[in-house]
């Protein structure tokens, strides 16, 4: 009895102290689900699950050994075959059923539920059946929490802990191939962007007698200072574009606004100046501040 409840206590701290490392890395880090170690968060999220597919594991292999010896408790009869097709069946059977109900407390104890700690929300998570208010599993349960916690327990009581173990791993390689996809999808993206930007954009602006240079020096002028690109861009389509550089002017913090803008478009006929935010228009915000600053 002494060497079961030693196992019963150690499992319980395994337990206690992989879940709290769990939540402490998602409340205290919200934002490193998307840094450059996904696959690490995951594992430390998803660890309570294989840490109780393992304890669960071992009391099995405790119960069956004491089980087959003979003159043990709880079985003091012993089994004279344990090799016997007819028996090792029957063992699986049980084993299953048994780690299933321990998977079922187990997971009810540090509400370790694995799709919860996916982000994935369960049929009918919004139907709520009780709130006991003790925290844990029991507080706003719903019919959701109940498949979840079932689905738990079955994954973990039938599979043991190779399954958990392959279901972990094929959820990290699954998210490190889509974070890569993603990236190289993006650098993708990133060069199609600047062939835009140098093929299209920066030739139609030059048509207009604008430099691309003089463009970014204003727009980042005007963002240091907290004057509203867009602001300008509408006033330059109004054709306000001198009263709002004589008033940038007429004030010391932003006069080197006014001073980028006049230089910008300095030489530039009135007409092509109208044009300047319709280039710019083809661009969207992120390209925008991407290439010009701003």
Do not use: C
Request: a neutral charge.
């Amino acid at each position: 009895m002494r060497k079961w409840a030693l196992i019963v206590l150690g499992m319980l701290l395994l337990l206690a102290v992989t879940t709290g490392v769990a939540w402490a890395q998602d409340g205290d880090q919200p934002g490193q689900a998307e840094s450059s170690q996904p696959g690490n968060v995951l594992w430390v999220t998803l660890a309570p699950l294989l840490a109780i597919a393992t304890g669960i594991e071992r009391v099995l292999e405790v119960f069956w050994d004491r089980w087959e010896q003979v003159g043990a408790w709880p079985n003091r009869r012993g089994v004279d075959d344990p090799s016997r097709p007819k028996y090792v069946s029957q063992k699986r059977l049980f084993s299953h059923l048994i780690g299933t109900g321990l998977a079922i407390v187990a997971v009810g104890l540090v509400n370790a539920r694995f799709f919860r700690l996916l982000g994935l929300d369960v049929l009918f998570s919004g139907l709520e059946l009780f709130h006991v208010g003790i925290g844990g599993i029991l507080d706003h349960f719903t019919v959701g929490t109940l498949v979840d916690w079932l689905l738990t327990a079955g994954i973990i009581g039938w599979g043991g802990t190779e399954i958990t173990h392959s279901v972990i791993e094929g959820l990290v390689k699954g998210r490190n191939l889509w974070k890569e996809m993603r990236e190289v999808q993006a650098g993708r993206m990133s060069v199609l962007d600047a062939r835009f930007f140098n093929d299209i954009v920066v030739p139609e602006l030059e048509k207009r007698g604008v430099d691309v240079g003089r463009v970014r020096q204003a727009f980042q002028t005007l963002r240091r200072i907290g004057v509203p690109v867009d602001v300008i861009l509408a006033d330059l389509t109004a054709g306000r574009i001198d009263t709002a550089i004589a008033g940038l002017e007429s004030r010391e913090e932003t006069a080197a606004a006014g001073a980028a803008l006049r230089a910008l478009l300095e030489g530039v006929p009135p007409q092509q100046a109208l044009e300047i935010p319709g280039v710019l228009g083809l661009l969207t915000r992120e390209q925008r501040v991407r290439f010009l600053g701003a």
